[in-house]
């Protein structure tokens, strides 16, 4: 079984990013620095943020051994109107690029999200999700992944806030006939954040994601140990150093 909690977890981070319909001015922001990964490599960046009202436009340089690497982000709001935008455009040292669309809009207690991915080949996948507002702290999703193939994977989940973070859990089923469970949960400490995946198989094959990411002086590091149905596990390190 491959982890895949990417096609499967995907709807509800796009929901927190799409549904967060404001923000406070900020003004134009330049920072730099480089990031350094357990496997040796290295690599500068440079960013530019501009932020006011309804909008926040983030433009990043990454400057690699192959060539540079740049990604645009910019996300447009109306918090009256309970709509927002994310418009993403990467581009390759080879000048490829592939783009991520995502809109969403609030109606009453829910949120309609929905998203679609075209890569460096051209080929596209969609994501659609409803979230709906159950109770105090309680989000219920209902989504569907199409992958490029056009094979589909349908989710039913629910969200539940904590002191310190959140609890997802849920299950899907795919249009080839597999099934099994999914959970999501994120810890939040001082300077500190631990978040935890795992998905689980009919078949009680399991796998499991920990993206472990602390904050000290002008640094960020970042540990990510990703345990595989046979039970092997591997961890990457990767520490960002920002510019003083």
């Known amino acids: 079984m491959r982890w895949s909690s990417q096609c499967i977890g995907k709807g509800m981070a796009g929901m927190v990013v799409m549904v967060s319909l404001g923000a406070a001015w900020g003004g134009e922001r330049e920072r730099s620095g480089k990031t350094e990964t357990s496997g040796g ?27 540079n690497w740049n990604r645009n982000v910019q996300d447009h709001w109306n918090r009256g109107a309970g709509a927002a935008n994310r418009a993403v455009v990467t581009t390759a040292p080879n000048g490829k690029t592939a783009t991520v669309q995502q809109t969403a809009v ?54 539940l806030r904590t002191t310190d973070g959140h609890v997802t859990t849920g299950k899907y089923t795919t249009s080839t006939g597999k099934s099994g469970t999914f959970s999501d949960q994120v810890v939040n400490h ?25 904050r000290s002086g002008n640094g960020i590091d970042r540990t990510v140990t990703t345990t595989g149905p046979n039970g092997n596990s591997e961890t990457h390190t990767e520490t960002v150093t920002l510019d003083k």
Do not use: H, P
Not at 192 to 214: L, Q
């Open 41 to 67: 490599r290295t690599a500068g960046f440079e960013q530019e943020i501009d932020r006011g009202k309804g909008f926040k436009d983030r433009s990043t340089t990454v400057q690699t051994q192959g060539g």
């Open 106 to 159: 609030r109606n009453g207690n829910s949120v309609d999200v929905n998203s679609r991915r075209t890569g460096y080949d051209g080929k596209t996948s969609d994501w659609n999700q409803t979230l709906t507002r159950t109770g105090s702290g309680t989000v219920v999703g209902q989504g569907q992944y199409t992958r490029q193939n056009g094979n589909t994977i349908d989710t039913q989940s629910t969200t």
């Open 190 to 214: 001082d300077r500190s954040r631990v978040k935890t995946e795992s998905i689980t198989s009919s078949a009680g094959r399991s796998a499991d994601r920990v993206v472990d990411t602390n």
